[in-house]
């Protein structure tokens, strides 16, 4: 049911350097609500974009990588207009389910929002074909967590190649962490990264083989910048909103010289500030984090050498941070900076309360495997309890307001980074192990051969979604099932 919006309205913020300097990374352009209303147009279209390694002509929205940055409260109204300007598709047949098809055909998720998943809401079985709008109407509940969240494309099959192409924008909902008052006092930062994955010699992205490799080489963007600057002063605390929008590779980093303390995952604050040595998101992850610059010079930004299958991914620099010595002038004195790192426990998302023992009503295990399929991409589907995707089949039927906890059985030799719709999980164990402080997440990395235990509370919300490896070459061919939530 769609909704008119009598003086709907947003306000914009354009892209610019929190600290007004010309060679500093600039934030994303964004786009905030006004008066409890969120109203914007959204076009995804070909755009062509210089970049140092290519010129690509790739799928974007607005033609921006990446999209703008969402900025809404909690108990907002969020009305977009999705257009897709995309040239018809150009398959010779019918789509075969599970095998990469239609890469112009897309539709719109809200990544870790706790809204509708039905209607013109947060539903990812939509489908906007070349040529047409769609309305979303997505309502933020009162109580909706504060925190980092993220939109992107998800329709099945086309979702890998359309955020492997950039399309895709940080979230913003406000408050929690916010009030926070050495949060409060900080210049505020979002990074977004992405790899859009061209031919150099294709200029374009319309061939999934591209995008296939997960150990291939990335060029890694910061909001749109190739090997950007990021200034910070002596002595300077910035806070740091970092997603990993990037179609498959997990991103570890590493910033020696300055100190890194994290303070939320996925939106959700921890328990207290935990400083650390490196940092890791996986595709669809978000962090909050407080970086404190120590002495003047030039750091790296690091995504050390790992391995996320086959073969080891070098070293790669993601961004230059330059501390300036203490009095410089190249900043105005009226630039605000903070000096103090949170002390204490942090505020919690109220709502994301621990889920215990007594409240689990159903146990479930949900094994992650690949095999072997003749005439698929590949000759491979991933599976999820040994079938892929279908989605006429409701693989978990669970009653609105229950909880339930499910263990993730990795049976592959990769990680899988799996994520679920709606509803918060709660992790309480990494291969077995309890953790100490169960987190609050709604992307968790399963290990190689490993497992992981959630606990979800289907609350406010009835209706059928999904959960699925973010290695979304992965989703597109199968690692995907459906969740009917039954009021
Ligand atoms: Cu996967």
């Keep these: 049911m769609t909704r008119a919006f009598a003086d709907g309205q947003a306000t914009e913020v354009p892209a610019r ?92 998720h809200f990544h870790g929002f706790h809204v509708s998943p039905k209607g013109n809401s947060d539903n990812v079985y939509l489908q906007i074909h070349p040529g047409e709008s769609f309305n979303y109407v997505v309502r933020l509940p009162e109580d909706h967590p504060a925190g980092n969240y993220w939109y992107h494309p998800h329709r099945h099959g086309s979702v890998a190649l359309q955020v492997a192409s950039g399309c895709g924008g940080m979230m ?145 620099l993601m961004a230059e941070v330059i501390v300036l010595p203490p009095g410089t002038d190249r900043i105005a004195p009226d630039v605000k900076m903070g000096t103090e790192l949170p002390k204490g426990p942090l505020p919690k998302n109220k709502v994301l309360t621990d889920i215990p023992d007594e409240e689990i009503v159903r146990t479930r295990q949900i094994v992650l495997g690949v095999s072997d399929e003749k005439g698929m991409f590949k000759d491979t589907v991933f599976t999820l309890n040994g079938d892929p995707f279908d989605p006429n089949r409701d693989d978990v039927v669970a009653k609105l307001g229950q909880a339930e906890e499910w263990e993730l059985v990795n049976t592959t030799p990769f990680p899988h980074p799996i994520h679920v719709h709606v509803n918060p999980m709660q992790v309480i164990k990494i291969n077995g192990e309890p953790l100490a402080h169960p987190q609050w997440q709604d992307t968790i990395a399963v290990p190689a051969a490993g497992t992981v235990t959630l606990r979800m509370r289907f609350t406010d919300f009835d209706g059928r979604f999904v959960m699925h490896c973010h290695i979304l070459p992965h989703e597109d061919l199968g690692m995907m099932l459906n969740v009917a939530i039954q009021a």
């Design 17 to 108: 350097s929190p600290l007004g300097l010309a060679s500093d990374l600039r934030n994303p352009r964004e786009v905030h609500s006004a008066n409890g209303r969120f109203r914007l147009d959204l076009t995804m279209k070909q755009s062509r974009i210089e970049l140092p390694y290519a010129r690509p002509n790739l799928r974007l929205y607005e033609g921006e990588i990446p999209g703008p940055t969402f900025r809404v409260a909690p108990g907002d109204d969020m009305e977009i207009t999705l257009h897709n300007d995309m040239p018809p598709n150009d398959d010779p047949s019918p789509a075969i389910l599970n095998t990469p098809n239609e890469f112009s055909t897309t539709n719109l």
């Design 172 to 316: 913003v909902v406000t408050g929690t962490l916010d009030e926070v008052p050495e949060v409060a006092a900080a210049i505020e930062r979002v990074l977004v990264f992405q790899c859009p994955v061209v031919d150099p010699k294709a200029e374009d992205l319309e061939s999934y083989d591209t995008i296939w490799s997960l150990d291939a080489e990335r060029y890694w963007l910061v909001n749109g910048e190739y090997h950007p600057r990021i200034y910070m002063r002596t002595g300077e605390v910035q806070h740091w909103r970092l997603l990993n929008a990037g179609d498959q590779q997990f991103l570890p980093m590493k910033l020696d010289g300055l100190e890194l303390y994290e303070i939320g995952f996925d939106g959700n604050p921890y328990p207290e500030a935990r400083q650390t040595d490196e940092i890791f998101i996986a595709p669809g992850n978000r962090m909050n984090l407080m970086v404190k610059a120590i002495e003047p010079g030039s750091y790296m930004l690091m995504r050390p050498a790992f391995t996320q299958g086959k073969t080891q991914i070098d070293e790669a």
